[in-house]
Nanobody, 123 residues
Framework: QVQLVESGGGLVQAGGSLRLSCAASGRTFNIYAMGWFRQAPGKGQEFVASVTWSGSSPDYGDSVKGRFTISRDNAKNTVYLQMNSLKPEDTAVYSC????????????????WGQGTQVTVSS
């Protein structure tokens, strides 16, 4: 099993920045990739970004490309999501995910999930 704990959410004005963290514990040697997803009120889960544990193949959703950056610190078993130029439409619960074998964009393919952290962007 892998446990994931997110932190770093909060309230920020449009144009501002936030950095989310996701700390992994447990059988972290099983992790192939980690990712971020988000869910806004009344909407489905949306792929935000993912990266393999080796740091290769970062992938971004179209709505965040060029504004968000995913990175990882293997020594700390932590993945980060740096969010810049935030917009009100970025408001959502952001959840971290980990998977032992793939980094597909479909949320249903990811095995391990954190509890989520709220990000609210005011206009």
């Amino acid at each position: 099993q892998v446990q994931l704990v997110e932190s770093g959410g909060g309230l920020v004005q449009a144009g501002g920045s936030l950095r989310l963290s996701c700390a992994a514990s447990g059988r972290t040697f099983n992790i192939y990739a980690m990712g971020w997803f988000r869910q806004a009120p009344g909407k489905g889960q949306e792929f935000v970004a993912s990266v393999t544990w080796s740091g290769s193949s970062p992938d971004y959703g179209d709505s965040v490309k060029g504004r968000f950056t995913i990175s990882r610190d293997n020594a700390k078993n932590t993945v980060y999501l740096q969010m810049n130029s935030l917009k009100p439409e970025d408001t959502a619960v952001y959840s971290c995910a980990a998977d032992p074998s793939n980094n597909y964009r479909a949320p249903a393919t990811w095995v391990y999930w954190g509890q989520g952290t709220q990000v609210t962007v005011s206009s």
